[in-house]
């Protein structure tokens, strides 16, 4: 969730960002606005010919013609009430749309460097839930702030043509309204974000209680954690409470407002029309003119109410904000890949005194020198956190080079060699879609056959036939689950689709046991002709079928003597 | 509606509250129509009185003390009301959750119904968020709705009956049928906008958990194109679920005014004074006010009420093994046999999980299973924690039968490591007071010390209460194993049960691991343990390995002796060893 204390410096980042988003729905924008003032100008409409009718009636006169027109005047203003509507939809829904590609774009040019830091299921809501969320904002809350300006000024001008007495009341305490709603607001409003966090975290805790049922049986200890989760929801009632006895005194006094002027315009003009006034007001007022300034009062507070009511949706666009927000900052203008496809002939890598210290100083390797041989299988060696799979995040351009130079086939590397090299990870990612859409990872342009030989030879075709449509057959989060080890040779068909001379693995069998490592790794043997395979690794299994083993350890030190002699 | 009542009854200790609230929102209702037709009849009539010249004889305290006495009335009463509301929506909600918590429990993690334990949970979530508004949004509007019409009806009655058609018709209509008509519209567009958020939902993490594999074949750019495609699917059903509720606020927005004009027209029609034509088309005004929220109310009713019927689904749900009447007191003893145990998962399994598995963890016993992923390790682990019962054969713990002991009884002498190592999201300590609540200070740090995870616990920021798990994650994979190790520590149970304890960890964190583990087994010969694995390292330290194969326990013996066999033990580590 977003951090309750945001300070006033973030604040304005966070409007200021709001405020950008906000010109993609510009237009629709200002159309709802348009529609919000012209529906209180037709309420006037309304309210003059309801209050004639009553007139006439009284004055025994014809009502049924002024009667009706107030019905077309109340039909018409319904459908400007629509539009406004449905033009605040659509603004919040460009700007939706906008949003989430921009960020989803920002991912992207950012790469695995930053993704794989975040927590695929927080990234996530972040482009679906924090996106949702900045609906209220840009479809109410935004469009209404014209709407407040301009509504009232139409209200108070049309009340004064019938009495000063009534525009003077409207006048007063609308700029009172505001005031009042700052001062008890103001405090409740900070307490309530604190309370958003709280409520976050109870729902968190009894989630997370939930799904550790299991844990939780293991040691007996549901029932502790229950009385533990009762006292939790009790303590956040009290707090609540006591937030909210603070928080709901703004909303009755707008409440408290709207009702005392109809109360003050009803004794006001009745007290007039009787000639009972203790004081002599300088006017007279006519049944007509009393009505029409009484149906005019409730509405009057209408744009106000409406902005408290819609006041919760910019808390929740700031916390959106302040979650997306560092997903999109710091963004290089992606430069494009050239178009290099991948190498015809398997390459020989060069890498001398590559290093790579990450943008937060984190040290990802230290600079080391080796050579990878053409049409061989090279392992780099070495414990978990010794920066194997850093270097060859560096060769992908997924980590970044920061110092030292790579060399392929003795060429100066300009560009990293994502797109050019087959990729295969610790937990290779089943895509949702078919087992086709897996393998081309929905490039259209591979041939048909190229996917045949792939899956034969990466050794799919071994589970292909348990498939109820074969390669048609849904994967991923809704479809077919597949084994560790049957995942990676979809990993392994990937590269073979494409026919990759070059394929980087990190860490291929970490998650397998022994039965699939080794047939992983037989599949890969059967492949090998041709290809040059780099793997980062500490299994002996892997190790075992290397035609080159570069210890990692070793060759840093190597380098550090080197340096230093 | 007995679901919802169903519910509702399991508010009954909150009726108090619920009844308060429902009563306040009531007269917060009736104060409005009240303010507004009683202003709109006291200017009528003082115009009248005026212009006949019997101003000095109104009776006007009447009416100027009723439009003060509602107008502070309306304020108070929605002070009130809301704090009564949420006052009740806390306790109930607070309830509910319990309520679940209760349910769920035993169910967990055997599931039933096909559905996994993570499903059943993940879909509870969703539901008890979505009854968070069965009372302050479906059952308090309804009930000020309700009672507002029914005081409009009886004043109308008296000043104006011809009006009551046209008002009370009008207020059905666009108030009650017209939201429900809708939401049963609204329902298949409802679906949609369901799946295609899901599809939202799918193709962005995609793109987040996939980046490497798709940057590394250019292949991001498509399913950008395919998150956008879907993004505007999601947009699109959203707009048509928003043209539904365009409808009816257009119709409400319509409705207030026209049934002004209706109520006034209908009473002038039928001859009645002025006044109180005036008073009816205003009581119609006032009334309208309740109706914004019953559309509310109608357009969640449909999510609300298959939220409601899901969760009750829970209290119909058995659990896989239950505790038994009178458990058998726990045997000094603690050896364990399984004794041709057969086990298939329910759900409409087809292939048996276990077939005639037989094998005995004696006091001071190391027995290490392996077998390839599938083959039923980590079912016997889950037998022997009583989640399942077996379908046929014993499971013996100091040689009574564990049905008889029941789950809780048994697993007092068990502690399990699991293959996740979960953590709660909370405080270290609090994860460790998990095992044993009343342990001391220097308990926690003796089983830290044991586990090889006191010295990264003294550096973590706040020590020991430093918050950890799903929100925390400042423990790596390896930590969060020592972590739950030294939970199982602390427990103090004489059988520790390890499912593939070491798995991702690099071979110095795996070998700190099991030299913990070593010492602990060490300090007292009647302790054992029972390990799930396919690391190497791990079974040059077991006495005995069981090699599992297709449900059956196919081969016995040291490791060494399995070695020399030619079997599925050779299959299984031929490469590695």
């Known amino acids: ?565 | 509606m007995k679901t919802l009542a169903f519910f509702l009854s399991l508010a009954r200790p909150d009726r108090w509250w619920l009844r308060l609230g429902a009563v306040l929102a009531i007269l917060t209702l009736l104060a409005g129509i009240g303010l507004l037709s009683l202003s709109g009849w006291f200017i009528t009539a003082a115009a009248i009185a005026g212009a006949a010249g019997l101003g000095r004889s109104f009776n006007y305290l009447f009416a100027s003390g009723g439009v003060r006495g509602f107008a502070m009335g309306r304020t108070l009463g929605r002070y009130a009301e809301r704090l009564a509301t949420h006052e009740a929506t806390f306790r109930i909600l607070a309830r509910l959750r319990l309520w679940v918590f209760d349910r769920a429990a035993p169910l967990v993690p055997a599931g039933l119904g096909g559905l996994r334990a993570g499903d059943l949970l993940s879909r509870v979530t969703g539901d008890v968020d979505a009854l968070d508004g069965l009372y302050l949004r479906l059952i308090t509007p309804a009930l000020s709705a309700l009672f507002g019409a029914l005081a409009a009806t009886l004043v109308l009655s008296l000043a104006a009956p011809a009006a009551i058609l046209p008002v009370i018709g009008l207020f059905v209509l666009s108030g009650l049928v017209l939201p429900l008509l809708a939401a049963k519209l609204g329902q298949s567009a409802g679906e949609s906008v369901t799946a295609a958020a899901s599809d939202t939902r799918s193709e962005a993490a995609d793109l987040i958990a996939g980046m490497a594999e798709l940057k590394a074949y250019g292949a991001e750019t498509a399913v950008l194109s395919r998150l956008e495609a879907a993004s505007t699917g999601w947009i699109s059903g959203q707009r048509r679920l928003a043209g539904l509720a365009l409808l009816n606020t257009a119709v409400l927005a319509f409705a207030g005014p026209a049934s002004f004009v209706a109520g006034f027209l209908a009473a002038a029609g039928s001859g009645a004074p002025a006044p109180l034509a005036a008073l009816a088309g205003f009581i119609a005004f006032g009334l309208f006010e309740a109706a914004a929220p019953l559309v509310l109310a109608g357009e969640q009713y449909g999510r609300t009420l298959s939220a409601a019927k899901r969760l009750k689904a829970l209290d119909d749900m058995r659990p896989a093994v239950a505790e038994p009447a009178s458990p058998l007191p726990l045997p000094e003893a603690h050896d364990v046999a399984f004794d041709a145990v057969g086990f298939t998962y329910p759900g409409g399994q087809a292939r048996p999980a276990l077939i005639d598995v037989s094998f005995t963890l004696p006091e001071g016993g190391r027995v290490a299973l392996v077998g390839a992923s599938g083959s039923g390790k980590s079912s016997i682990i889950r037998l022997l924690m009583g989640f399942y019962a077996p379908d046929s054969g014993t499971i013996r713990l100091g040689g009574a039968d564990i049905a008889a002991l029941g789950p809780s009884g048994t697993r007092a002498r068990l502690s399990l490591v699991d293959q996740r190592a979960d953590l709660l999201s909370t405080t270290v300590r609090a994860n460790l007071l998990l095992a044993r609540p009343e342990a001391t200070e220097d308990q926690l740090w003796q089983a830290l010390e044991q586990a090889r995870a006191a010295d990264f616990v003294r550096a973590l920021p706040d020590g020991l209460t430093t918050w950890i798990g799903e929100e925390g994650r400042l423990v790596s994979g390896g930590q969060a194993r020592r972590i739950a190790l030294a939970r199982a520590f602390l427990k103090d149970a004489p059988v520790m049960l390890l499912d593939e304890p070491t798995e991702g960890l690099d071979s110095r964190t795996e070998a700190e691991f099991l030299d913990a583990l070593d010492a602990w087994l060490d300090a007292d010969t009647r302790r054992s343990v029972l390990i799930i694995t396919h690391r190497p390292a791990l079974l040059a330290r077991a006495r005995e390995v069981l090699v599992m194969d297709e449900a059956r326990i196919v081969q016995t013996g040291s490791a060494d002796a399995l070695a020399a066999e030619d079997g599925a033990f050779n299959r299984l580590f031929a490469k590695q060893i």
């Not at chain 1, 300070?7 to 709001?18: P, T, V």
């Not at chain 1, 029932?223 to 709901?248: H, I, N, P």
């Not at chain 1, 990759?500 to 970490?510: F, G, I, R």
Request: glycine share 10%; with cysteine; proline share 5%.
């Open chain 1, 1 to 565: 969730m977003s951090n309750p204390a945001l300070s006033r410096e973030d604040r304005r980042a966070l409007g200021a960002l709001l405020t950008g988003w906000g010109q993609a729905g510009r237009g629709p924008s200002l159309l709802a606005s348009a529609c919000g003032i012209a529906q209180y100008a037709l309420f006037i409409g309304f309210a003059g010919f309801a209050a004639s009718a009553i007139a006439a009636l009284v004055a025994g006169e014809p009502f049924v013609m002024a009667a009706l027109l107030a019905a077309l005047f109340a039909f018409v203003r319904a459908g400007a009430q629509a539009l406004e509507t449905r033009a605040g939809f659509e603004a919040a829904a460009r700007v939706k749309a906008h949003v989430r590609m921009e960020t989803a774009r920002a991912l992207a040019v950012k790469g695995p460097a930053f993704t794989e830091r975040l927590e695929t299921g927080a990234a996530g809501s972040a482009l679906t839930d924090a996106v949702e969320k900045l609906e209220g904002y840009f479809g109410r809350y935004r469009p209404l702030m014209p709407v407040i300006a301009g509504a009232p000024i139409l209200m108070v001008a049309a009340a004064f043509t019938q009495s000063w007495v009534v525009g003077l009341l409207f006048i007063i305490t609308a700029p009172l309204l505001p005031l009042f709603m700052a001062i008890v607001g103001g405090a409740a409003a900070a307490a309530s974000k604190d309370q958003i966090a709280v409520l976050a975290r109870l729902a968190g805790r009894f989630n997370d209680r939930l799904q550790s049922l299991a844990l939780l049986n293991a040691f007996n200890a549901a029932q502790r954690e229950r009385e533990g989760l009762a006292a939790a929801s009790e303590d956040f009632r009290q707090r609540t409470m006591k937030v909210l006895r603070l928080a709901f005194l703004s909303s009755a006094i707008l409440e408290f407002f709207a009702a005392l002027s109809v109360a003050a315009i009803a004794i006001y003009v009745g007290f007039s029309l009787l000639g009972e006034l203790p004081f002599d007001a300088g006017e007279t007022v006519t049944l007509r003119e009393g009505l029409f300034v009484l149906i005019l009062a409730p509405e009057f507070y209408m744009p106000l109410r409406r902005l408290s009511a819609a006041y919760h949706d910019r808390a929740d666009a700031e916390a959106a904000a302040d979650t997306l927000r560092p997903l999109l900052r710091n963004v290089e203008s992606g430069a494009a890949h050239p178009g290099i496809g991948p190498f015809d002939m398997c390459p020989k890598i060069t890498l001398s005194g590559v290093s790579c210290t990450y943008e937060d100083g984190r040290k990802g390797l230290k600079p080391v020198t080796l050579s990878i041989p053409a049409g061989k299988i090279s392992v780099v060696w070495g414990p978990s956190g010794s920066g194997k799979s850093t270097l060859l995040k560096i060769l992908m351009g997924f980590a970044p080079l920061s110092s030292g130079e790579v060399r392929v086939d003795g060429a100066l590397m300009t560009a990293p060699l994502a797109g050019r090299a087959g990729w295969i990870g610790q937990n290779p990612r089943l895509f949702h879609g078919s087992l086709r859409d897996n393998i081309t990872l929905h490039d259209p342009s591979i041939p048909g056959e190229m996917i045949e030989r792939a899956v034969a030879e990466a050794g799919v075709a071994d589970f292909l036939v348990h498939l109820s449509d074969g390669l048609d057959t849904p994967l991923g989060e809704r479809g077919f689950g597949l084994s560790g080890g049957q995942i990676q040779r979809v990993a392994l068909a990937r590269a073979l689709a494409r026919d990759m001379k070059l394929v980087l693995m990190d860490e291929p069998s970490a998650h397998l046991d022994g039965e699939a490592e080794a047939r992983f790794l037989d599949a890969l043997l059967s492949n090998r002709d041709g290809r040059t395979i780099l793997i980062a690794t500490h299994s002996p299994a892997v190790r075992a079928i290397a035609d080159e083993v570069f210890d990692i350890a070793e060759l840093q030190a190597g380098h550090e003597q080197g340096g230093a002699s």
